[in-house]
């Protein structure tokens, strides 16, 4: 088959022409099953032969609407000019040639954009990487090497990726760590601020979380603090005000690096360029990825200069990381950023889904609460008149009949009850009013 053209020249329509998945994608499906690792799994099985704006089409003729960007890897949209000019002028010149070999300017180029983008006026340093769970490695392996000590903070909920020490950081068992231990040691998971949840002000959250990890960790231990200013896979929950900062002060006047993972959260997506910039908190380290590169895999550590250097000549490093077209991209997606003024439009997607999510709750009894920043939104489901009682198969029904819809949408949290909208921020105001029309419906009919 030839590749469709995709880009925000598609036509923007939501348009099913056949049942969700249609023949072509259950065929392919089966192709899938037969020749893909099982534990690959697939939420929305639609084969996809083009994507962008803010729709995706698949093998079949339909057009979906994205509520998803690839798990909020297309903020700037899918196939978007920027990015895919300089992918094809990159392509055209070299693919690899390693950095750590032979080094090239477009690496050099995304190092200096994050300095000047990531939060803080400090001299700051970058290294770059292929996954989110790479740098957030890396950024341990900086702070260790930084501090002269070795435990890790984590916090409740927290998903930070699949790989061993990562798995150790994240929280959920099922399906990220289930039947893969033993896990990397000295990782200490400490309460987080959940609002719905604990109903603590975000300073006396803070307050426990410290003393969890200065009494069962110690502070003379602890090499790092990683959070994610708003959860990701752990429920899109945003701690109470206060909460980060305090965190924050805290690892400053002890020595302890406080990594941010805006792995999720970054570039644009809360309607600022990062999830920390809404409380002015400055961390010592920042992991970043997704929507760092418009669908190329890339990912950074960026941080404090004096940290970031603490590490010995090749200790950092591996060999695709930072690859010249995974960095053209990068650099394609932040001129996307700028040029359409993408802080802007999340905080006014974010206002329009808001809307949307408020009217829904107030038909909805099952939903215990919205939340979100910017264009990075969920709410909560639970059972009517509790804020403790998750209701996944509410959540995964809803979600189903989303999907036969047309809508694509993701659910996440550690009980599976919270849906999450990460559209692109290239989405039309008139798909996004469709889209949450399809939400509306689907409440309605699975009640
Ligand atoms: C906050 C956060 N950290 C780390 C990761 C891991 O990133 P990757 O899947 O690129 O390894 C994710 C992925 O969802 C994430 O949301």
Redesign the pocket.
């Known amino acids: 088959m030839t590749a469709q053209t995709g880009g925000p020249g598609l036509p923007q329509e939501r348009r099913l022409v056949t049942e969700i998945p249609g023949p072509a994608s259950a065929a392919a499906l089966e192709r899938k099953r037969a020749h893909v690792a099982d534990g690959v799994g697939t939420m929305l099985p639609v084969f996809v032969t083009a994507a962008g704006g803010g729709v995706i089409v698949d093998v079949d003729g339909n057009s979906l609407i994205d509520l998803g960007s690839g ?2 890897v297309t903020t700037v949209g899918n196939a978007a000019p920027s990015v895919t000019r300089r992918v094809h002028e990159q392509v055209d010149a070299f693919t690899h040639t390693c950095f750590m070999i032979t080094p090239y300017d477009g690496y050099v180029d995304v190092c200096a954009a994050l300095t000047e983008l990531t939060p803080g006026r400090h001299a700051k340093k970058s290294a770059l990487f ?7 490695e890396n950024a341990v392996k900086i702070a260790r090497a930084a501090t002269g000590k070795d435990a890790v903070g984590v916090f409740d909920h ?6 061993n020490l ?1 798995m150790a950081m ?1 929280a959920k068992n099922m399906p990220y760590k289930h039947g893969f231990g033993p896990f990397a040691g000295e990782v200490y998971r400490a309460p987080l601020s959940y609002p719905l949840r604990d109903g603590l002000s975000g300073e006396a959250a803070a307050a426990r979380a410290i003393d969890h990890l200065d009494k069962q960790v110690g502070v003379d231990n602890l090499a790092c603090v990683v959070i ?1 200013p708003i ?3 752990g429920g899109f929950v945003v701690p109470a005000p206060g909460f980060l900062p305090a965190l924050a002060d805290w690892c400053r006047d002890r020595g302890i690096v406080f990594v941010a ?5 970054g570039f644009c997506r809360t309607g600022d360029w990062f999830a920390c910039d809404h409380e002015g908190v400055v961390p010592d380290l920042v ?1 970043t ?2 929507g760092i590169a418009g669908g190329l ?1 890339l ?1 950074a550590v960026t941080g404090r200069a004096e940290l970031m250097d603490s590490v010995h000549a090749g200790g950092l490093g591996g060999t695709y990381g930072g690859n010249p077209v995974a960095c053209a991209a990068a650099l394609g997606a932040m001129e996307e950023m700028r040029t359409h003024d993408l802080v802007a439009r999340a905080r006014a997607i974010g206002d329009r889904m808001l809307t949307h999510l408020e009217k829904l709750r107030a038909e909805h009894p099952a939903i215990a609460d919205v939340r979100g920043r910017g264009a990075m939104m969920a709410i909560e489901l639970c059972a009517p008149g509790t804020t403790t009682e998750p209701d996944a198969a509410r959540a995964a029904a809803v979600n189903a009949a989303c999907h036969r819809a047309g809508v694509v949408t993701l659910t996440c949290g550690t009980w599976g009850n919270v849906f999450r909208f990460l559209p692109p921020l290239s989405i039309s105001d008139e798909l996004l009013d469709e889209a949450f029309g399809v939400v509306g419906e689907a409440f309605a009919t699975t009640a």
């Open positions: 798990i909020a292929n996954s989110g769970a790479e740098a957030v927290a998903y930070h990726g699949r790989t990562t994240t994610e959860l990701g896979e993972d805006e792995i999720q959260s992991t990825a997704k895999p990912a």
